[in-house]
């Protein structure tokens, strides 16, 4: 699990439920755009942990790693 503002380790989360390291809890990451079709992004979790995932999925499958 990595913060999602600077990416390091996370061991708390944020009010808005973002995984965020111990300096970052009382910030809420802003998302960010796809890379594909440039929408807003929406934070989700697989297996691999949290990414920022295209709100048109799954008509657009572009995702930005935390
Ligand atoms: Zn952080
Ligand atoms: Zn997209």
Known sequence: MKCVICGS????YNEA???TCS????E??????CPV?????VL???KWG?????RMY????GTIKI
């Open 58 to 61: 799954p008509n657009c499958v």
């Open 44 to 46: 989700r979790t697989g």
């Open 17 to 19: 439920e973002q995984p």
């Open 9 to 12: 380790f996370a061991t708390n």
């Open 37 to 41: 079709c440039k929408h807003e992004t």
């Open 28 to 33: 809420k990451a802003k998302a960010p755009k």
């Open 50 to 54: 949290s990414f920022w995932g295209c």
């Open 23 to 26: 300096r970052h809890t009382k």
